[in-house]
């Protein structure tokens, strides 16, 4: 099994959730840390994004701490959608002319490995460590 890591910065306009942590978090820039693994048995090299580590903001009430969130990288990308959509506006109604693009972009969105809408992920971890 391969596996290759990329880092990135997100940013959140709004403040956020992920599903599996209670906590709501600081809009911001965060760094992130995606796990890939490669896809076997295909001609061509391919990757499925398995899981993400994203690096939080340290609280109030303990400033001097990092602390990590390890989640699926779907809970990410759904995170992510819900903070483009929030500060786009509001979402397309049905029957406003949106329904066709609206299923061409979820269907590109399960092909690279999104989850369907009603699937949960298997949860979130968190950790942490002082400086």
Known sequence: MTIRTTEKTVTFERPFVLAGFDEVLPAGDYSVEIDEELLQG????????????????????????????????????????????????????????????????????????????GRRSAGAAVSGSEQ
């Open 42 to 117: 295909l001609s061509f090299p391919a990757f499925h994004r398995v899981r993400a580590v994203i690096a939080l903001h340290p609280t109030d009430t303990a400033p001097g701490r990092t602390r990590t969130l390890t989640i699926a990288a779907n809970v990410l990308d759904a995170a992510l959608a819900r903070d483009r959509a929030t500060v786009a506006g509001p979402s397309p109604q049905p029957g406003n002319g949106t329904g066709k693009a609206d299923r061409r972009a979820i269907e590109r969105g399960e092909n690279e490995g999104m989850a369907l809408h």
